[in-house]
């Protein structure tokens, strides 16, 4: 299973490259990077089932930064990405696939908080 930090490299390159601000200012060469780090990522308990059972949901702490050539942060902060469903940890367990999506759906809810901020600071 790939770690949470290269699902959210990958996923922020894709989501950069669909941005219509960012897709034409896209180039291996250009000065300007986004840098990202995973500070923690865990299962939070959501609740009980009808059985009684605690069901949890996947949540991430990413750090995601826009750089210039010159190292000064132009946008970025701490982002906070949950899932969306809950599931008994032994069904993590028993699951990988199941497990890969629950992480893979708080990734790209961070990166579409990063995102939400970058179009902010566009239309500035």
Do not use: W
């Amino acid at each position: 299973m790939p770690s949470c930090g290269t699902a959210v490299n990958s996923n922020l390159k894709n989501s950069l490259k669909k941005d219509a601000f960012f897709k034409p200012r896209i180039a291996d060469q250009a000065g300007a990077t986004v840098t990202s780090e995973i500070s923690c990522h865990r299962l939070i308990r959501m609740g009980k089932n009808d059985k009684g059972d605690l069901l949890f949901t996947p949540e991430i702490y990413a750090t995601i930064q826009l750089k210039n050539a010159a190292g000064k942060k132009l946008a970025g902060g701490d982002y906070i990405g949950s899932g969306v469903s809950a599931l008994v940890i032994s069904e993590y367990a028993a699951s990988q696939p199941k497990t890969r999506q629950a992480f893979t759906t708080a990734v790209n809810n961070a990166i579409a908080q990063f995102m939400s901020h970058l179009a902010i600071k566009t239309t500035e």
